[in-house]
């Protein structure tokens, strides 16, 4: 059985999958992996050099190992004034 996420899309990746928020189950093992999948689905557009990753309310690295349950926030430049 595939690890499942609570994924919260942010900015421009917000606008491109059309909600804020989804669980997700997949076997990826890291962030970068996780994204990866997502970008391919949906066509995002971005590499993971152009924003950053939280994972449980916390900045990490895209190759931190996921777990069962974590939450994982995409975050896009943002714009705006």
Known sequence: MNPTYQVHYFGLLNERRGLAEE???HPATTAAGLYEALNAEHRFGL???DFRVAVN???VSWDLLLKDGDHI???PPMSGG
């Open 23 to 25: 669980r997700v189950s």
């Open 47 to 49: 590499a993971t050099a």
């Open 57 to 59: 309310d916390e900045f």
């Open 73 to 75: 926030a995409l975050l």
